[in-house]
């Protein structure tokens, strides 16, 4: 629905006229007073700052005559509604009467302020001498969400050796930062409601629950992405291949110290019962982050780990197998088969779904047993492919030893400034979404599938900028224990002759600012 609300909000000629009179005329830019201006507009109050005016000079192009006249000016505005303040998105209005051949008609003046999941208001700014007026158009919205299969929610790379493991329990960097991607061919694009921050509510029905969590929480990153931090840190350990029975690979149960790295056992978290809420103001469409079903009955977050190894083939039937079954019976998401999905698609992970979910790891399939420059293993330089900043940036942790006889050894990991100024990391994937009957027949559903969410496609993106990184924060600790040594010299010897990638005396480690945790890269490949 449509509405037009028109308002004056000025009138600063005596206040000006006062202000003259005492500090008599002013020299050029000079401004003569400031007062803060409440009006009323629409359902709210919008808010300024008059800064007064101040003397320009133009010279008549023709008669190259100088003539004075004053420069109006306004800024800080916001807008106020039901006791929130909303900045509005304009730094400064100026207005001058025009003179012809000396000088110009000021500009025009928009802007816009969003009341989440209420309306989206398009001002315009009509500044005068001495005053200033508006006018707005405003769209009521159409709220809703759809139901994502997943979310990649966290990715946590395993160490070296079975004797050592990572732990993130006293991070609060753990987190996944994601924008909505428009699915269609239209030029749509998706912003990010500046309302939205801290517990993620439960969703049935089309209507919110009693149900809530702090399992994960979420907050504005910028205009286009929300952050989701994963605060259940009692669960953000990993292992090491063999280690605290991580049975993570065909090689993990058998001499497991002289691996190396195992990225089969890395651990991938995925929420499997999302929510993505939306408000549509008449064409544009507001992101206002995420929710969770409260259809499934682990309502109301579901997050899974899961092995890398469980995903890449390297474990033999992951479906029965003891360290991966539990993730594909609760990857069926049988509890979502009543939500409305496209012709041939369920509610279900499907193997593209996994093969995404995999691809979260840079070195998913980089197995135990994958050569030195294999293509499947990512490094910072050939061979082997090379990890891009401002994703994965050095930490403050270098030449990590992994020799055998070392002691158990604590490192505390934290950021490095990069480098690689306006360097920009961006991976974009796609999954089918339901929908429940509460909205089929909507206008919000009607519009959402038709732009953004076309063909029943979500589609996301994680996107991290160099200037988003924040140096000397702290990430999380690792505990390194080389491997076992057994006789002398020692038997078997580490490394062996011809080493595999993972298998390395020592380790860089590397932040991966995708999701606040960190990675071990074999040194050699500096």
Same mark, same amino acid.
């Given at each position: 629905?449509?509405?037009?609300?028109?308002?004056?909000?000025?009138?600063?000629?005596?206040?000006?006229?006062?202000?003259?009179?005492?500090?008599?005329?002013?020299?050029?830019?000079?401004?003569?007073?400031?007062?803060?201006?409440?009006?009323?507009?629409?359902?709210?109050?919008?808010?300024?700052?008059?800064?007064?005016?101040?003397?320009?000079?133009?010279?008549?192009?023709?008669?190259?005559?100088?003539?004075?006249?004053?420069?109006?000016?306004?800024?800080?505005?916001?807008?106020?509604?039901?006791?929130?303040?909303?900045?509005?998105?304009?730094?400064?209005?100026?207005?001058?009467?025009?003179?012809?051949?000396?000088?110009?008609?000021?500009?025009?003046?928009?802007?816009?302020?969003?009341?989440?999941?209420?309306?989206?208001?398009?001002?315009?700014?009509?500044?005068?001498?001495?005053?200033?007026?508006?006018?707005?158009?405003?769209?009521?919205?159409?709220?809703?969400?759809?139901?994502?299969?997943?979310?990649?929610?966290?990715?946590?790379?395993?160490?070296?050796?079975?004797?050592?493991?990572?732990?993130?329990?006293?991070?609060?960097?753990?987190?996944?930062?994601?924008?909505?991607?428009?699915?269609?061919?239209?030029?749509?694009?998706?912003?990010?409601?500046?309302?939205?921050?801290?517990?993620?509510?439960?969703?049935?029905?089309?209507?919110?629950?009693?149900?809530?969590?702090?399992?994960?929480?979420?907050?504005?990153?910028?205009?286009?992405?929300?952050?989701?931090?994963?605060?259940?840190?009692?669960?953000?350990?990993?292992?090491?291949?063999?280690?605290?029975?991580?049975?993570?690979?065909?090689?993990?149960?058998?001499?497991?110290?002289?691996?190396?790295?195992?990225?089969?056992?890395?651990?991938?978290?995925?929420?499997?019962?999302?929510?993505?809420?939306?408000?549509?103001?008449?064409?544009?469409?507001?992101?206002?982050?995420?929710?969770?079903?409260?259809?499934?009955?682990?309502?109301?977050?579901?997050?899974?780990?899961?092995?890398?190894?469980?995903?890449?083939?390297?474990?033999?039937?992951?479906?029965?197998?003891?360290?991966?079954?539990?993730?594909?019976?609760?990857?069926?998401?049988?509890?979502?088969?009543?939500?409305?999905?496209?012709?041939?698609?369920?509610?279900?992970?499907?193997?593209?779904?996994?093969?995404?979910?995999?691809?979260?790891?840079?070195?998913?399939?980089?197995?135990?047993?994958?050569?030195?420059?294999?293509?499947?293993?990512?490094?910072?330089?050939?061979?082997?492919?090379?990890?891009?900043?401002?994703?994965?940036?050095?930490?403050?942790?270098?030449?990590?030893?992994?020799?055998?006889?070392?002691?158990?050894?604590?490192? &505390?990991?934290? *950021?490095? #400034?990069?480098?690689? !100024?306006?360097? +920009?990391? $961006?991976?974009?994937? =796609?999954?089918?979404?339901? /929908?429940?009957?509460?909205?089929?027949?909507?206008?919000?559903?009607?519009?959402?599938?038709?732009?953004?969410?076309?063909? &029943?496609?979500? *589609?996301? #993106?994680?996107?991290? !900028?160099?200037? +988003?990184? $924040?140096?000397?924060? =702290?990430?999380?600790?690792? /505990?390194?224990?080389?491997?076992?040594?057994?006789?002398?010299?020692?038997?078997?010897?580490?490394?062996?002759?011809?080493?595999?990638?993972?298998?390395?005396?020592?380790?860089?480690?590397?932040?991966?600012?995708?999701?606040?945790?960190?990675?071990?890269?074999?040194?050699?490949?500096?």
């Amino acid at each position: 629905m449509l509405r037009t609300i028109s308002a004056f909000l000025g009138r600063f000629s005596v206040v000006f006229a006062l202000v003259t009179l005492i500090f008599g005329p002013a020299s050029s830019r000079q401004a003569h007073c400031q007062t803060i201006v409440h009006y009323s507009l629409g359902g709210g109050t919008l808010n300024f700052d008059y800064v007064g005016a101040a003397d320009e000079y133009c010279t008549n192009q023709e008669t190259h005559a100088r003539t004075e006249y004053p420069v109006y000016t306004w800024d800080n505005f916001s807008y106020t509604y039901d006791g929130v303040t909303y900045p509005l998105q304009i730094n400064e209005v100026e207005w001058w009467r025009p003179i012809e051949f000396c000088v110009d008609a000021p500009p025009t003046y928009t802007t816009q302020y969003i009341i989440p999941e209420t309306e989206l208001c398009n001002v315009t700014l009509l500044p005068a001498a001495g005053a200033l007026g508006a006018t707005e158009s405003c769209e009521t919205a159409q709220n809703g969400y759809i139901n994502p299969k997943y979310v990649v929610v966290d990715v946590m790379y395993a160490p070296p050796g079975s004797k050592s493991y990572v732990s993130y329990s006293s991070s609060t960097a753990v987190s996944d930062t994601q924008e909505v991607i428009n699915s269609s061919t239209t030029s749509q694009t998706v912003t990010a409601s500046t309302g939205f921050s801290g517990s993620l509510e439960g969703f049935l029905g089309g209507s919110e629950t009693d149900n809530s969590s702090d399992t994960l929480t979420q907050e504005v990153q910028n205009t286009n992405s929300f952050t989701l931090t994963d605060t259940d840190t009692s669960v953000l350990t990993v292992y090491g291949p063999g280690g605290a029975g991580s049975d993570c690979g065909t090689l993990a149960t058998e001499d497991t110290d002289y691996i190396g790295v195992d990225h089969d056992c890395d651990v991938i978290r995925v929420w499997l019962n999302p929510v993505a809420l939306f408000s549509i103001y008449g064409d544009t469409v507001i992101w206002d982050g995420y929710g969770s079903s409260a259809l499934d009955p682990v309502a109301p977050i579901n997050i899974d780990n899961v092995r890398v190894g469980c995903l890449n083939g390297d474990i033999p039937d992951p479906s029965t197998n003891p360290y991966c079954s539990s993730f594909y019976a609760d990857a069926a998401r049988t509890w979502a088969a009543g939500e409305n999905w496209a012709s041939g698609e369920g509610p279900g992970l499907t193997p593209a779904d996994l093969a995404n979910i995999l691809a979260a790891d840079p070195w998913g399939n980089c197995t135990p047993t994958s050569p030195v420059g294999s293509s499947a293993c990512p490094t910072y330089a050939v061979p082997g492919f090379s990890l891009l900043p401002p994703q994965f940036n050095l930490s403050d942790q270098t030449d990590v030893p992994y020799q055998q006889s070392s002691p158990l050894t604590e490192y &505390q990991v934290t *950021t490095e #400034s990069s480098d690689m !100024e306006g360097e +920009t990391s $961006t991976t974009t994937k =796609s999954q089918t979404y339901g /929908y429940e009957d509460a909205f089929t027949g909507t206008t919000f559903l009607g519009v959402f599938s038709t732009t953004v969410g076309y063909s &029943q496609t979500f *589609t996301t #993106s994680n996107e991290v !900028e160099n200037q +988003t990184t $924040t140096a000397n924060t =702290s990430i999380g600790t690792a /505990y390194i224990t080389g491997p076992a040594c057994s006789g002398d010299p020692c038997s078997p010897a580490y490394p062996p002759a011809s080493p595999y990638y993972g298998q390395a005396t020592s380790f860089d480690i590397f932040t991966d600012q995708f999701y606040g945790t960190f990675a071990f890269v074999p040194s050699d490949y500096q």
